[in-house]
């Protein structure tokens, strides 16, 4: 099969999801054939283009045709003879119906669809009664047969695989055929409906399918899952390969050589089961719809819809409970009537009745959680019920201990500032790289937080670093090249704990391109690494140029790409993510993933944790939702969180191609996102010019910071709206909804809710915003343009510097002259509730101004942190000094928590502080050289 040869490399944005692309294909085929149709009874002298013109798009398509059950093989032959024998009507027909099939997925149940219009070879439930019915109720996948037989064969295969179904079958599916290795790996790609894969033994590796965009395309996907191609059986390569682009799918192997050696050789750990050819095929039917009930098994949810119709008397303090108090009431039966009667069937405090408790989990949640841990990768996985603003907490109070020291992104969620509090640890705050003309931080340089460890190490404290949090991937977008952070931060504190709040991130581990750069799939690589002789060898070269305990200068271990003693390391990851902000999980709903060897040493503490931060009341549907949502992922997250990409992608490119959008607004690209300096591979973005898949599948991998494309920054100040006010301008006007704003800019986001609509709609209201503009400063003349021009440059030049953080007062640092800034911040922060301590000072105040040039100093008594930007520019006991003064005073935000403008800035004050400090004998930590143990285990 051929397709005229392009030499170009399929651009980044147009070979994502293939699916849509799918879609479109066929919708331009069907365009085709019905102007075909329309000419074909007339004396038209174009009938033979148009008839070539289909055969065209026909052939084009076809190359991707081989990778999807439906329509299959005889549809599309049937298709193929009449367009060669110009049967216009009877093609236009047939494309018609394929494609609406395709479109509604109406074949998934429909018997119609597969037949075309003559021919019924199909069996869905060999003439059982009622089984186009229980069809239509089944889910429906696709199985992937990598067959070294003849593609002659096939049909035939296909018949015997169908006639195993049984009414009973939970679940229907339909067979793929492919017979080597690169078409396996394609087939994988670009098929999301593919849940198992049948591997026979002995298959070549080479495509039967020359096309150069699937070549290309192949070749990329290779390398951004690392999969290795060259090895001798390609058979079980194959199957390892897939786990690494898709690991959720069940992989069974098929030979006929000794398969008792190969079902108990580790390498095979990737395959569900190994079978001796097709002894048995009834068993590997049984065993493929086994394999997909056991993701599709929600313990939980299950549970929970069964309770739900139990006949209960409640006499528990949850009046809700059974709704009777609702649906009855004179007053409130709307609300009963709007979340409709399963909402309170549902409900229960009891942890009884096989509901199971969140706290102590032996039931169904533990369960549940355990098949969590298995989709996301970890070892263990707690589900919350507050959001990952307690997961966070949870964690770090699980981890950490009085004085301990928490090395941390000041620009990060505040959870963590208060995780410090309540845990009492010493945060070292690490400052991000700042994009000043946009008000926000990217991620915190690599650098550093070596210099930070390394620093730590000089003064003889690095003992005490226990914990580095940051946050994967930033609000904005900004992802961590998590396994190289780890690697060498590990190199200069072998056993530091990574906590990666991936709260925005936990779709990621669903695409092959992102999931290298997550927390789970960081870790999984290290593991694998540390394990391998070569990566041994390599630290022993290592160890021969700086050292056993890398006694090289400062330099050269900044500018050194440094690996870990694999003997020494102790490699232990949490992550925490916001289920409910990318998958499909009720608010609040959030998991704490833990893949850490020494857990065990942390486990009671991180149990008291969860006590200490858990409800006693968890809500029943968030736990059902955090089971549901794992569900989803495992068997669909592949597709759809490939078409969230494709449709952030798409509306990069519409923006930046518009004419007249393009004049008013743009979308930051990774150029303007991330410094040149962190973008080691030259990327410059996803749709600059010459970026191909192949470009951006190295920046992924090699890059230490990189952006996630489905985060939209999108520019308005350029179209004289500051964030506020055009995310208000998008809401009360064009019902639109979207995340967070800066000065000039305002966040979008995709998900895997949106769809090819979605975008549309936003470009549309784009365009009449643009218009709108247009129309204004046509009408007002001269005034109105240099208005708008004034404030443009306003928005987008008169931007206030970001304040680094400064330190905090010496009271709260153990030695004040220490080169990192550590404090004391949950003494600080206690300090506060003594009234005679704090003071407060009015922001425009001449009396700040004197302050801050000839002191007391302005000690920040809590936290002051503006939405926007939404990060502490103050923390308890920081020093304020002029820089935070000179951003306060040019914030023009409504919302600043921790600040009261009529009172004034609330500070301690130093001689209160050291008063108390006198009369206590003790006050907080203080004194030079003061010694600390660790008490965390
Ligand atoms: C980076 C980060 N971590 C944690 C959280 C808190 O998550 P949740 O809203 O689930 O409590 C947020 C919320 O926006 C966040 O941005």
């Known amino acids: 099969m051929t397709t005229p040869a392009k030499t170009e490399a399929p651009r980044v944005d147009q070979f994502l999801m293939a699916a849509e692309e799918r879609f479109d294909r066929w919708r331009a085929l069907l365009q085709a054939a019905r102007t075909w149709e329309r000419i074909v009874n007339q004396q038209d002298p174009t009938k033979g283009e148009h008839q070539a013109s289909v055969s065209k798009l026909f052939q084009e398509l076809l190359q991707w045709e081989d990778f999807f059950a439906y329509p299959g093989q005889p549809l599309l032959k049937l298709l193929g003879a009449r367009v060669t024998s110009g049967d216009a009507i009877g093609a236009a027909r047939l494309v018609q119906s394929i494609s609406n099939a395709l479109l509604t997925h109406s074949y998934r149940s429909s018997v119609a669809d597969w037949e075309g219009e003559e021919q019924s070879s199909i069996n869905l439930g060999e003439g059982v009664p009622g089984a186009e019915e229980r069809a239509a109720q089944r889910p429906y996948f696709e199985v992937l047969v990598v067959s070294p037989a003849r593609p002659a064969a096939w049909q035939e295969l296909a018949q015997d695989l169908r006639r195993l179904r049984r009414p009973l079958d939970k679940f229907m599916y339909e067979p793929v055929f492919v017979n080597s290795f690169e078409d396996a790996v394609l087939a994988t790609i670009l098929n999301g409906s593919v849940e198992a894969v049948i591997i026979y033994e002995g298959i070549p590796l080479a495509s039967s399918h020359h096309s150069p965009v699937l070549r290309q395309f192949l070749t990329s996907h290779l390398a951004a899952s690392g999969m290795d191609s060259n090895l001798a059986d390609y058979s079980l390569a194959l199957a390892q390969g897939l786990k690494q682009l898709r690991p959720e799918l069940d992989i069974y192997y098929l030979s006929d050589r000794q398969v008792e050696k190969l079902a108990g050789d580790v390498s095979a750990d990737c395959i569900r089961r190994v079978f001796y050819q097709v002894e048995e095929p009834l068993e590997m039917h049984l065993s493929i719809l086994d394999g997909v009930a056991d993701r599709f098994d929600t313990p939980y949810f299950d549970n929970l819809q069964k309770y739900a119709q139990r006949p209960i008397g409640t006499f528990h303090a949850l009046p809700i409970a059974r709704g009777k108090s609702i649906f009855k009431s004179n007053w409130i039966s709307d609300m009963g009537k709007f979340y409709g009667i399963n909402l309170f069937l549902a409900e229960s405090s009891a942890t009884t009745g096989g509901l199971d408790s969140l706290l102590e989990p032996t039931g169904n949640i533990k369960v549940a959680q355990e098949k969590a841990a298995r989709a996301f990768g970890a070892d263990h996985v707690f589900f919350v019920t507050n959001g990952t603003s307690t997961s966070n907490k949870i964690v770090e109070q699980a981890l950490l201990a009085p004085g301990d020291i928490m090395l941390v992104d000041r620009n990060c969620h505040k959870s963590h500032h208060y995780g410090a509090v309540l845990s009492g640890a010493y945060p070292l705050y690490v400052e991000a790289y700042p994009l000043t003309q946009y008000s926000m931080y990217g991620a915190v340089p690599l650098r550093t937080i070596k210099k930070a460890l390394l620093d730590l190490k000089a003064e003889g404290r690095l003992d005490r670093a226990r914990l580095l949090v940051l946050t994967n991937c930033t609000f904005d977008g900004h992802i961590y090249n998590t396994e190289r952070v780890m690697e060498e931060c590990l190199a200069i504190k072998p056993d530091l704990i990574f906590l990666w709040d991936e709260a925005w991130f936990g779709f990621a581990r669903w695409t092959p391109f992102y999931r290298r750069r997550t927390a789970m799939g960081a870790a999984a690589s290290l593991e694998k690494k540390f394990k391998d002789p070569a990566y041994r060898a390599a630290y022993k070269e290592q160890e021969k140029k700086l050292g056993a305990d890398l006694k090289a200068s400062e330099k050269t271990l900044l500018e050194t790409r440094l690996i870990p003693d694999p003997e020494k390391v102790r490699l232990r990851v949490y992550q925490t993510n916001s289920t409910h902000k990318s998958m499909s999980c009720l608010r609040q709903g959030s998991m704490v993933l833990v893949k850490d060897q020494d857990y065990h040493t942390v486990e009671e503490q991180f149990h008291e944790a969860i006590f200490t931060h858990a409800s006693t009341s968890p809500n029943l549907q968030i736990i059902a939702t955090l089971d549901v949502a794992r569900r989803q992922m495992e068997l669909e997250g592949y597709e759809l969180v490939n078409r969230a990409i494709q449709l952030a992608l798409d509306f990069r490119r519409e923006v930046k191609s518009h004419p007249l959008i393009s004049k008013y607004f743009r979308v930051l690209g990774a150029d303007e996102l991330i410094p040149a300096e962190f973008r080691n591979s030259g990327f410059v973005d996803y749709l600059a010019p010459g970026v191909n898949w192949a470009t951006a599948v190295k920046a992924l991998r090699d890059d230490e910071v990189a952006l996630d494309v489905t985060r939209l920054t999108l520019v308005c100040g350029s179209a004289g709206f500051d964030g506020t006010q055009f995310k208000s301008l998008l809401a009360a006007d064009f019902d639109i909804q979207l995340n967070k704003t800066s000065r000039n800019s305002v966040l979008l986001q995709t998900n895997i809710n949106n769809t ?63 080169k990192t800034s550590e404090g004391d911040m949950r003494s ?75 009172l004034g800035l609330k500070l301690l004050n130093p001689a209160a502080l050291q008063s108390a400090k006198t009369q206590s004998g003790s006050g907080a930590r203080a004194g030079k050289n003061a010694k600390h143990k660790s008490a965390a285990g």
């Open 828 to 902: 600080a922060f206690f300090a506060a509730y003594r009234q005679q301590q704090c003071e407060h000072v009015k922001l425009s105040s001449p009396e700040i101004d004197k302050r801050l040039k000839s002191g007391p100093e302005l000690i920040s008594a809590n936290f002051v942190i503006p939405y926007p930007p939404g990060f502490p520019i103050m923390v308890p006991g920081q020093v304020i000094n002029a820089e935070t003064i000179g951003f306060m005073r040019k914030l023009d935000v409504k919302e600043i928590h921790g600040y009261n403008a009529s």
């Open 756 to 818: 090819r609509s979605d975008i549309a709609q936003l470009i549309k209201v784009l365009v009449q915003i643009s218009q709108g503009i247009e129309k204004k400063i046509g009408e007002g003349g001269g005034a109105a343009k240099q208005a708008f021009e004034a404030r443009v440059k306003s928005l987008m030049t008169d931007v206030p510097d970001l304040p680094n953080f400064s330190s905090f007062f010496e009271q709260y640092r153990e030695d004040p002259s220490s």
